[in-house]
């Protein structure tokens, strides 16, 4: 890269004001930085500027990955189908509309590569003939597309976005954790280098497949992913996965009798709380869902929530809703508000949450228009469950389950990095078999891994900056230093002083920019913060007697020191 | 890049023998090297020795482009179908069939970029605004897709292939000269860098239009294009385009009476010579072409051949083509073989060759049957032509128009490169107008410059290989030096001697493979010559007395040194 740019020379210049479309911060500022540009919805061009933050990105990336011990190869960007309806999945990702092709001139399909397990098995089940060729990773950076339903916040859900994508192949399940240790370290080397504050949190694997799962997460305030993690150990996970030890309750060893109380049109936690003076976690909360067109009940503590990606997973369930009224009065015999484990039909499933297994002397519904049941204990009215499940949602205050000793904590992130062990689904399908040591053939435990790295330079957009502009961490800053003489009149002190710096600097290889517009003063810094470079020289009025004045831009510093120093 | 590789982890694994559909030496050697591997027809996968070439090549570009002051950005790699139908190519394109896309999940239609004249200026529309944004010069480096009719040669006419493409805009036609001799001259630089040999030759522009054009050609024996290029000077151009002084001719000085003369079933320029005894130089070959459904006549020297592409550009024709036997005898009132510029219907217009310019008392067909015309005089016998065009084609031998000292010699090459001037064409078409300095709105100038990355890896490929395998310059090579010792056996010397050497050269940061597999050292020796590195260091019997033997791959010298010397 040219270290050496004069502000004159940024295509395209920076602008004022607000922009339309942009719901971020980062995205706006992006825009009024001339960092990226929208074509149609989700496709950008991106700018010089972005073009150095990207291939830092990427080169710290590039870096990392060789150093792990992984080839880089570069897959066809364009996908026949046929390898697509080898793996299954062609069906799906056209019903998810996300896949993107078209027919080429002889008439077979063709398309963009929203990911590409297919074509690096196909190419495994061609070239990869024995054990010893074993561990093997694969990785590129390449552009993916992805036909999202509603594109949004600039390059942090486009539609064309990059990428760089792994995929470990080994002989065993051994082999295959082994890979996907390697490539976990990595990441966490990566993002540390980049500059991100980041956590790396357990996941819900969604669409990819295969056990074992962790994302990283840039942390910022307008994440599209909920975390919890803990303040004592590492722990961190998506919410839609996270464990935890939630706040226990004494519950009375008095053995009362069960009584079934009229609770008139009384149906929520809050509003039986005040009615009846008791903790919310003396009671069992009864949802009445459907999955896959099957009502269930499930039981969990009063003041707790039912986390719906848990209870699908347990379920195994294609489709989860919440229960029409209808089908809730047909389930339980009675309204919303009014269902409980106890006196349920049994034809219906029922499923128990963790939180249930140690409670007694509880109320839930009774099943009947307006009544609850008081005092129940599994046992005595009812028989106790034969199994319980971790269908609830963790949240902020409650204990971590790692270390037992920390408190989770709420934040928002942006998945900038996802690793995963794929097993040997992939492998299978694509007919992939290797020659074992003792000269049987079989398939390969494979594991995936991936970056968005134009993600990342959006998220590190949104992760630092102010009202006043962008703030780049000095690794994958487009230019280090900013020079803004006070005026750039031929002639001036300051002129001579900054050309000579400028010149100076450039001869050195340090990566500087040089605001050589004769704008006004004010403008020229408004727009060094807008664009985020870690350190703006200002040669102003003591230029003459060879002092400058520093300013950092992420603590906002400043000082004056000699020209010569810098 | 991580300099150092063992053999044993290369994927794929070279292998042996003949490889099926591949046509060229080059494409052979890289199939059986593990540098790409076929997907689809035109589509490739490429392994991780073909990344570093590519890294490397592309290192170049990109040095040479930041130098020369352009700004690297990235254009999104999809297109909107509408900035297709602004620019007016759409149609074209897809009448065509190299243009690749689909309709996005809302119905709008998308093209994967063939080019990217139209995104970039729509680009210049929106944020080009005034003449002191210029010259300004945007470049990037990333896929195209073409859907060739028949993608051949592995990555030389490959549907996917990776582009460095550069568009310069100026506020006259004097700044997009300077931009264009700017971008003409970082060429000549790139492939030099390279380690090319080429030559740049004027061009015929194609179907991007605009004026002024230069290719860059790789010189190879299985290159596309036939070239002329000067023995003594620089001049060079496609034979499509060559202009060359042809060898002259002594014509009579003697008037002698025009005849018409039997020739009785002699119609070629070869039986007329036999049949009359006279020089094919003293005779004028009259030819019928249909340009755009009209018939035309064009006359050259009987030793000359006509040249479409020119011809085609004299009149400024879509389609051209040689006339049939029954437009001829329409056209001339006799069979093929006998019209002439004498006699000939006065509605059919004619175009001379400056080959004709000189004659006098030739021979030409007579517009009947069996019959010529000899001793023909301009300006007695039919009126003198008004005007000359240069319609014939050059050929090796002929003279050098650029220094009249040189001669024509024929060679074969590969385009890697190429520059044009586009004027203002797309500008005016796409709506940009700038401010000039009169503060009155105008369309820049517009150059655009494009390199072919994948296809330099395969020319070089072309360019320099033997029967052993590829042959890379040091500055693109994947790796610098390959070791092979003469076995590797644990506890053997070679071995010892050969870890330590790949050790020590490691650490240093040199570029190398070490062959640490146990196969033959005679299979060894041709995967290193497979492979391509420019040096291969045998540590063989010697290694104990600290001596080994370094073999340079191109040019075959082998020389015995000092392990320590290298």
């Known amino acids: ?20 479309g942009a719901e971020t911060p980062g995205h706006k500022l992006l825009l009024r930085a001339g960092y990226i540009r929208q074509v149609a919805a989700g496709l950008f061009h991106l700018g010089p500027l972005a073009m150095r933050v990207l291939h830092k990105i990427e080169a710290i990336v590039r870096e990392e990955m060789n150093a792990s011990g992984a080839l880089e190869v570069n897959l066809s960007l364009l996908q026949p189908g046929d390898l697509w309806r080898q793996s299954g999945r062609l069906e799906r990702y056209k019903h998810d509309g996300i896949i993107f092709g078209g027919k080429d001139r002889k008439g077979s399909d063709l398309y963009f590569a929203p990911t590409a397990e297919e074509v690096v098995t196909a190419w495994a089940a061609a070239d990869l003939r024995s054990h010893k060729q074993m561990p093997l990773t694969l990785w ?20 064309l976005f990059r990428m760089k994508d792994a995929y470990s192949f080994d002989a065993d399940e051994e082999g295959m954790r082994r890979s996907y240790q390697v490539q976990r370290e990595a990441y966490a080397r990566i993002f540390t280098r980049m500059g991100f504050r980041f956590i790396s949190v357990q996941a819900d694997s969604g669409a990819i497949g295969g056990k074992g799962s962790a994302e990283f997460m840039a942390l910022t305030n307008v994440g599209e992913d909920t975390l919890l993690n803990c303040d004592h150990c590492d722990y961190g996970a998506n919410v839609e996965k996270a464990e935890s030890i939630f706040a226990g309750f004494e519950y009375s060893n008095e053995s009362k009798p069960l009584r079934k109380i009229p609770t008139p049109n009384v149906r929520t ?37 039912v986390n719906e990606v848990k209870l699908k997973n347990v379920l195994g369930a294609g489709v989860l809703e919440i229960a029409t009224e209808a089908v809730v009065t047909a389930a339980t015999g009675a309204p919303v508000g009014f269902a409980g484990p106890l ?107 991936g970056i968005g790295t134009t993600r990342c330079l959006h998220a590190m957009a949104e992760q630092q900056c102010d009202e006043k502009g962008l703030i780049w961490p000095e690794a994958i800053a487009p230019y280090q230093y900013a020079i803004i003489p006070a005026a750039y ?26 605001d050589d517009r004769d704008g006004s003063f004010g403008s020229k810094i408004a727009d060094a913060e807008l664009f985020g470079f870690p350190k703006i020289i200002v040669v102003g009025r003591k230029a003459g007697e060879g002092i400058i004045e520093l300013v950092n831009r992420m603590t906002g510093e400043r000082s004056e020191v000699s020209i010569d120093s810098v």
Request: aromatic fraction near 8%; glycine fraction near 10%.
């Open 1 to 20: 890269m040219k270290p050496q740019m004069r502000v004159s020379q940024i295509f395209p210049a920076s602008y004022r004001g607000d922009v339309t």
């Open 140 to 159: 590129q950076m390449d552009w993916k597309m992805r036909d999202e339903l509603r594109p949004r916040m600039g390059l942090m859900r486009g539609r």
């Open 269 to 305: 936690i809050e509003e039986l709380e005040t009615f009846l003076g008791i903790s919310s976690r003396q009671m069992v909360k009864t949802l009445i869902y459907v999955a896959d067109q099957v009502p269930v009940a499930v039981c969990c503590r009063g003041d707790l929530t």
């Open 343 to 449: 006196g349920l039909k049994s034809s219906l499933r029922l499923i128990f949450d963790t939180s249930v297994k140690d409670m007694r002397s509880f109320l839930c519904g009774a099943n009947e228009t307006d009544q609850h049941f008081l005092d129940v204990h599994f046992g005595r009215d009812l028989p106790a469950p034969v199994g319980f499940h971790d269908v609830h949602t963790a949240r902020a205050g409650d204990r971590c389950v790692q270390c037992n000793e920390g408190t989770l904590s709420e934040s928002r992130g942006i998945e900038v990095g996802h690793v995963f062990m794929l097993q040997q689904g992939y492998a299978e399908k694509m007919g992939v078999a290797f020659q074992g040591a003792d000269t049987k053939p079989r398939a390969p435990w494979m594991g995936c891994y």
């Open 489 to 514: 009149k031929e002639g001036s002190v300051a002129k001579i002083a900054a050309d000579a710096l400028f010149e100076r600097m450039s001869q050195r290889g340090d990566e500087v920019v040089l």
